[in-house]
T-cell receptor, first 110, second 114 residues
Framework: GQNIDQPTEMTATEGAIVQINCTYQ??????LFWYQQHAGEAPTFLSY????GLEEKGRFSSFLSRSKGYSYLLLKELQMKDSASYLC???????????FGAGTRLAVHP | SAVISQKPSRDICQRGTSLTIQCQVD?????MFWYRQQPGQSLTLIAT?????????ESGFVIDKFPISRPNLTFSTLTVSNMSPEDSSIYLC???????????FGPGTRLTVT
């Protein structure tokens, strides 16, 4: 079966660092994606990992361990505008569909 | 990336009617997809829109309920047929560009069925 788990909600303080975890079990694997979705808006692409290790992109970093079926998104120097839902998605095979997790709602407080 | 537009942005429809949603991309794309996002939930893939052939539907979605057209590489439509309140949702199209792995999403169509 296909299963993607991530925490439902998280809170953090402005200026801090937060790590959002994602574990997955899929019948195939062709990459792990992180998206950001502000309320009432479409998801926007943040990162893509297909090999083990850390990918850094400004304040955001994403890590992947394929053997453990595990990824995390690391957000540094949090800003109020980072309050959003963060969606973990897996490409289970081929280059077609994405399977999304339920999303983690992050609230950043002053 | 690509610039994706959807029409309408929102609509309120009566039970039993149908609504066609349009998705337009500013460049030719290989892959186009339709997703549904029910209130407070994540995205669920409805189907892959194939250019020049029938769409590929995911489990739980059927062509009679969600007919899809894709006449060319920049345009697709999704029809939600014989609507019921359970179809109230946000419908999003997405595209994957050649030589890229990520998908880019349109702004979505917010549908309310009364």
């Amino acid at each position: 079966g296909q299963n993607i788990d991530q925490p439902t909600e998280m809170t953090a303080t402005e200026g801090a660092i937060v790590q959002i975890n994602c574990t997955y079990q899929t019948s195939g694997f062709n990459g792990l994606f992180w998206y950001q979705q502000h309320a009432g808006e479409a998801p926007t692409f943040l990162s893509y990992n297909v090999l083990d290790g850390l990918e850094e992109k400004g304040r955001f970093s994403s890590f992947l361990s394929r053997s453990k079926g595990y990824s995390y998104l690391l957000l540094k120097e949090l800003q109020m505008k980072d309050s959003a839902s963060y969606l973990c998605a897996v490409g289970p095979g081929g280059y077609n569909k994405l399977i999304f997790g339920a999303g983690t709602r992050l609230a950043v407080h002053p | 990336s690509a610039v994706i537009s959807q029409k309408p942005s929102r609509d309120i429809c009566q039970r039993g009617t149908s609504l066609t949603i349009q998705c337009q991309v500013d460049s030719q794309v290989t892959m186009m997809f339709w997703y549904r996002q029910q209130p407070g939930q994540s995205l669920t893939l409805i189907a892959t829109a194939n250019q020049g052939s029938e769409a590929t539907y995911e489990s739980g979605f059927v062509i009679d309920k969600f007919p899809i057209s894709r006449p060319n590489l920049t345009f697709s439509t999704l029809t939600v047929s014989n609507m019921s309140p359970e179809d109230s949702s946000i419908y999003l199209c997405s595209v994957r560009l050649a030589a890229q792995y990520e998908q880019y999403f349109g702004p979505g169509t917010r549908l309310t069925v009364t």
